[in-house]
């Protein structure tokens, strides 16, 4: 079966995979897209467990606060500075803040099993996942902190 460069295009672009894993999902797949994100999305969870014996020690501290009556702040971990200042690193560690802001989680572990406020068919620890499947890295939540308004 051929596959189109505009298949692994519109796949790379929904998910964030290389060229070579979307062409081979897509392969695996017979062409449809949906079957392909699924196989990226096994694959992606395979690879994520591989990094996570890697050592983190860069990272950032997303600062959030909710209209002055909640605030966040959590500590988000990865291997290099080169990551912890891309977008999409940043983004993630404040989709978690986010996150601890809405659903008041006890602990990390806690947060990891949660159902994603904006998704609820991701679990925190799928997102997590896909983010380090998309930058190679591993990521993980060191610590956070939410302070709400007399409490």
């Known amino acids: 079966m051929s596959i189109s460069v505009d298949d692994i295009k519109k796949l790379r672009e929904e998910t964030g995979a290389g060229i ?4 081979e999902a897509l392969e695996e797949a017979k062409g449809d897209l949906e079957k392909a ?3 990226l999305k096994k694959k992606g969870l395979d690879k994520a467990g591989s990094k996570s014996d890697r050592e983190v ?4 501290v997303d600062v959030y606060s909710h209209g002055g009556r909640v605030g966040v702040m959590v500590e988000l971990l990865c291997e290099t500075d080169f990551v912890a200042r891309t977008d999409d690193f940043k ?7 986010l996150q601890i802001a809405s ?3 006890d602990s990390v572990s806690d947060l990891l099993e949660q159902e994603y406020v904006r998704d609820p ?9 896909a ?9 993980q939540v060191g610590r956070f902190e939410r302070i709400e308004l007399g409490k």
């Open 57 to 60: 020690r860069a990272g950032i």
């Open 121 to 129: 068919s991701l679990k925190i620890d799928d997102l997590i996942k």
């Open 131 to 139: 983010a380090v499947l998309k930058l190679g890295e591993n990521i």
């Open 91 to 97: 983004n993630l560690a404040h989709e978690l803040s």
């Open 20 to 23: 070579a894993d979307c062409r």
């Open 37 to 39: 994100k699924q196989v």
């Open 103 to 105: 659903m008041r989680p």
